[in-house]
């Protein structure tokens, strides 16, 4: 029996960086896109968020009529009660806080921005002392509510450290770091407040609105994220570790082996009718309301 028509045309996966400055090469910027083609062009680094969002934007705009999947490394929310712990009340909680992030980050042409600001003010409106973001890059970023260490630890209030997908992935024996995290070896906090906005950017942009979704918050966690639909654009969290080491032969920078192994992975798993059953992992009904609500999935979490 032939396996079903693959999901999606194009595949472009993105390895993301909170850096505060230009940078080229190793924990940068890396983009790979691939078509069903199987012609591949390098990774593609770019030292700027900015000319890594103008790239996408020209990217998707030119994928009318094709089905697209977009992967960026980074988490796309944050465990369940976050949105209304910082006064967001709003409905859903995940778009509330998108949208707020969108309106509080500032990220210029040079990668200068005010994430640890943005962690800092989440944090007093959380409650008194530090907590739940922590780490900083600088001691001139400490403030009696953001601390370079994990102060005063987990659970902060009614806040987890970890979302449901992080869990699912500890519990392969991968060590996802938390979204509160936002310096430090394999720290993912930064790149998240960096990044949504971007994500949001892209999601509402004029020309590719219509055509765009954000999976699951915006699909549920069902099969084909596309609706069936010939001309779509579809969001999704990525983590590329839990595919498997990087190939080195594939780049001699780390990042970009990833992105570039985890598009092929992708696309192989599209063409034997495997990818399909990522969208829609087996979660008990407080789980997945979690992860549809607020939390977001990584694709791939679940075997």
Known sequence: MAPP?????????????????PKLGRDSVWIQVADRSGDVAPPLNLATRAAARQFLTEVLTASTGERVLVGFDMP??????FARAIGLTDDPPWRA???????????????????????????????????PFWATTSV???TPWLARTKAPGFPHGALAEHRHAELALRARGLRPASVWQLAGAGSVGSQTLVGIPV????????????RSVVWPFETGLV???????????????????????????????RDAAQVAGLADHLRTLDDAGE???????????SAAHAVVAEEG???GATP
Do not use: K, M, Q
């Open 275 to 285: 990818l399909a059953p990522l969208f829609a992992p087996s979660l008990d009904a």
């Open 199 to 210: 994500v949001h950017a892209l999601r509402w942009h004029p020309s590719l609105a219509e």
């Open 97 to 131: 806080t998108w949208d707020h992030l969108a309106a509080e980050v500032v990220d210029d042409a040079t990668n200068a921005n005010n994430r640890f600001a943005v962690a800092t003010a989440c944090n007093a409106a959380i409650g008194d002392g530090p907590g």
């Open 5 to 21: 028509a693959p999901l999606f045309d194009r595949y472009v996966i993105v390895d993301w960086s909170a850096n505060a400055t």
């Open 297 to 299: 999935w990584v694709l």
């Open 223 to 253: 099969p084909d994220p596309t609706g069936g639909r010939a001309d779509a654009i579809v969001h999704a969290e990525i983590w590329p570790t839990w595919a498997g080491p990087p190939d080195p032969a594939r780049h001699p920078v």
């Open 76 to 81: 796309y929310g944050y465990p369940s009660g």
């Open 140 to 142: 001139r970023h400490v």
